[in-house]
């Protein structure tokens, strides 16, 4: 064990498989647009996994379309337009994350969203959550030039916090998004709820610890904590 003084005055979130289960809605999404093109449905378990890729990744399992094929654009455009008109159907908060923003917040903690969505989907998806106002910091996929795993958007949102980049800590699901905090020199946790495949190794991502529920944010927060 190794003793680790921890100040961490803030906590921000990847949003799609950390802050809130998108999944079924962007299945939906991908599987409407199966359906125009005659296509049967994909079972929710097997689109899970890419849940985290955007359009890029869940494409690729749904048409095996990559993004140099000369018909992406027009089935990436179709599968946006989709997704947008079912932003939040059945899109849910995971498991934890409401008390644990409760928590956050009763102790004056300000948390924030760092997202490769794009903010034509992560304004109205937050606002439909009851997220939007109570978030002090909401980073969207093109709110810079260059998405996670650029530093750029960690950097953006600690300036917005007013903070140094290593006094907030960062939650995510997926490797970029351990790159984006270290590239920024941040500390980063890895969501194990979120949406992992089943090849992922988060235990090399090297980010500061691995956890299976929201509320272990909290034990992170403590002058003193002991890491593994």
């Not at 946790?189 to 909290?218: K, M």
Request: net charge negative; proline share 7%; with cysteine.
């Amino acid at each position: 064990m190794r003793q680790n003084r921890l100040a961490f005055q803030a906590i921000l979130f990847d949003l799609d498989g950390t802050l809130v289960d998108t999944a079924p809605d962007l299945g939906l999404a991908l599987n409407l647009l199966r359906a125009r093109h005659g296509l049967p449905p994909l079972p929710a378990a097997d689109i899970r996994p890419h849940a985290s890729h955007g359009a890029r990744g869940l494409l690729k399992i749904g048409f095996g379309l990559g993004s140099d094929h000369p018909e992406f654009e027009a089935y990436r455009s179709d599968f946006l337009n989709l997704y947008a008109e079912n932003i939040c159907r059945d899109s849910r908060l995971f498991e934890g994350i409401p008390k644990l923003l409760d928590a956050l917040e009763a102790r004056r903690i300000p948390w924030g969203v760092v997202t490769n969505k794009p903010a034509r989907f992560t304004e109205p998806l937050l606002s439909l959550l009851n997220l939007a106002d109570r978030a002090a910091t909401i980073v969207s996929g093109d709110t810079c030039p260059q998405p996670k795993p650029h530093p750029d958007p960690m950097h953006y949102a600690a300036d917005e916090l007013g903070l140094a980049a290593a006094a907030c800590l960062y939650v995510g699901d997926a490797e970029r998004d351990v790159e984006a905090a270290r590239a920024a020199g941040m500390e980063s946790l890895v969501a194990l709820w979120g949406y992992l495949a089943g090849h992922d190794r988060p235990q090399d991502w090297q980010a500061l610890a691995c956890i299976a529920r929201p509320e272990e944010v909290l034990n992170f927060l403590a002058a003193t904590s002991s890491i593994a």
